[in-house]
């Protein structure tokens, strides 16, 4: 099943305004297409792809803020091993990885371009340099 989202939809995965959106779509930095009735939608593969520059790219858009540890967004990247299985979401600005069982993310039909929430339990990750 392949997702599109409405421009609304769109904007609050991206932490932006609709605006903003409509103006990226307008400019050509994101595809849209038209469906009947003539309401705008971007499919889900291209917002991936959009979130991923977007948030590569240097800019002066609003930093994006989660509540409850809950980061929605749309998913960029599946890796299936044998057993394991890496899931990436782009959540605003924020590139969230979670490693999970491969039956797991099959159970929840978990594919690029599919929105997601990522939830964090941990408060603290320690990296120091030796």
Known sequence: MRSSYSIGRAARLLGVSPDTVRRWADAGRIPTRREEGGKRLID??????FS???????????????????FPGI???VKLGDVAAQVEIQAGPHRLVSLLTREAVEELGLTVGMEAVARVKATNVHIDRV
């Not at 889900?44 to 792809?49: F, H, P, R, T, V």
């Open 75 to 77: 998913i960029t990247a």
């Open 52 to 70: 991923v520059s977007l948030a590569e790219a240097p800019g002066d858009e609003e930093p994006y803020t989660s509540a409850r540890n809950a």
């Open 44 to 49: 889900g593969e291209d917002l991936a792809a």
